[in-house]
Antibody, heavy 125, light 113 residues
Framework: QVQLVQSGAEVKKPGASVKVSCKAS????????IHWVRQAPGRGLEWMGW????????NLAQKFQGSVTLTRDTSISTAYMELSSLRSVDTAVYYC??????????????????WGQGTLVTVSS | DIVMTQSPDSLAVSLGERATINCKSS????????????LTWYQQKPGQPPKLLIY???TRESGVPDRFSGSGSETDFTLTISSLQAEDVAVYYC?????????FGQGTKVEIK
């Protein structure tokens, strides 16, 4: 079965960077885009961007351009999200999610069928 | 960006009764050439990631109980829980995937009355 397993919680100081991993199993890693979505405490869902694990190509929401880097390592079926210059407003649960496939997408904009368990990133001095 | 607005922000429904959640998009999410609305619904229980319930506005994801149904077109959509069960207590989000970036509604919290 499809599984996305994320790395553990992080506590960082303002100005630092954090790198969250998302290990995929149960399907062909390079066949489906991986998306990143975050959720601040008690708030709604915010899409951050996607990576195409096959090509390494990425698409980031404008808000995150310049501060977020998405990468992947196909040898271990793992995607990464790195967020730099952390501020307190970046305190959130960060999710990776897999798109459902061609029937769930329109021009790489997708409905997300499988989600990781989430990684809490706390930014505090 | 397409703005998604849900109503109400929260609702309390008795067990076995119907729950109705509305979602409105700032522009149409109907892709005419495929006659599909690119609108999806998620359920999120406390401490859990979102779970996909419905895509294409009305197609239930595999394994989702048939008490969940989606309807609507273009800019106005509805998620209906026909007979609320205790395990349906959650926050529900709509999301458009018609245009980049994908955007979510603010969420609707469903509780038991």
């Amino acid at each position: 079965q499809v599984q996305l397993v994320q790395s553990g919680a992080e506590v960082k100081k303002p100005g630092a960077s954090v790198k969250v991993s998302c290990k995929a199993s149960g399907y062909t890693f390079t066949g489906y885009y991986i998306h990143w979505v975050r959720q601040a405490p008690g708030r709604g869902l915010e899409w951050m961007g996607w990576i195409n694990p096959h090509s390494g190509g990425t698409n980031l929401a404008q808000k995150f351009q310049g501060s977020v880097t998405l990468t992947r390592d196909t040898s271990i079926s793992t995607a990464y999200m790195e967020l730099s210059s952390l501020r307190s407003v970046d305190t959130a649960v960060y999710y990776c999610a897999r798109e459902g496939g061609s029937g769930y997408c329109l021009n790489a904009v997708c409905s997300l069928s499988h989600w990781g368990q989430g990684t809490l990133v706390t930014v505090s001095s | 960006d397409i703005v998604m607005t849900q109503s109400p922000d929260s609702l309390a429904v008795s067990l076995g009764e119907r729950a109705t959640i509305n979602c409105k998009s700032s522009q149409s999410v109907l892709y005419s050439s495929k006659n599909k609305n690119y609108l999806t619904w998620y359920q999120q229980k406390p401490g859990q990631p979102p779970k996909l319930l419905i895509y294409w506005a009305s197609t239930r994801e595999s394994g989702v109980p048939d008490r969940f149904s989606g309807s609507g077109s273009e800019t106005d959509f509805t998620l209906t829980i026909s007979s609320l069960q205790a395990e349906d207590v959650a926050v529900y989000y709509c999301q458009q995937y018609y245009s980049n970036p994908p955007t979510f509604g603010q969420g609707t919290k469903v509780e038991i009355k």
